[in-house]
């Protein structure tokens, strides 16, 4: 089983910045992708971001390209997401997850932390 907490969420206003992290525990970390969605009020939860074992394979959702940057610490079983040039509609729930099958599918969750942009 992999254990994932996120923190690093908060109040940002439109074109502020933010860093969400995600420690693991559990299975070893460093052998999989791990990956972000988000879930806004009202909409499915959908991808953000996603980053292979060993970093050089990412990907991003069209809406967050060019702002949005993952990476990963593999000695501190840590995943991070730098979200810069926030706008409102990047208002959502963050999600980190463990990804087995594909860089847009999740097979373990966190619980999640809240980001809302004011603007």
């Known amino acids: 089983q992999v254990q994932l907490v996120e923190s690093g969420g908060g109040l940002a206003q439109a074109g502020g910045s933010l860093r969400l992290s995600c420690a693991a525990s559990g299975r070893s970390f460093s052998s999989y992708r791990m990956g972000w969605f988000r879930q806004a009020p009202g909409k499915e939860r959908e991808f953000v971001s996603s980053?292979?074992?060993?970093?050089?394979?990412?990907y991003y959702a069209d809406s967050v390209k060019g702002r949005f940057t993952i990476s990963r610490d593999n000695a501190k079983n840590t995943v991070y997401l730098q979200m810069n040039s926030l706008k409102a509609e990047d208002t959502a729930v963050y999600y980190c997850?463990?990804?087995?099958?594909?860089?847009?599918?999740?097979?373990?969750w966190g619980q999640g932390t809240q980001v809302t942009v004011s603007s």
């Open positions: 980053i292979s074992w060993s970093g050089g394979s990412i």
């Open positions: 997850a463990v990804q087995f099958r594909s860089a847009t599918q999740a097979d373990y």
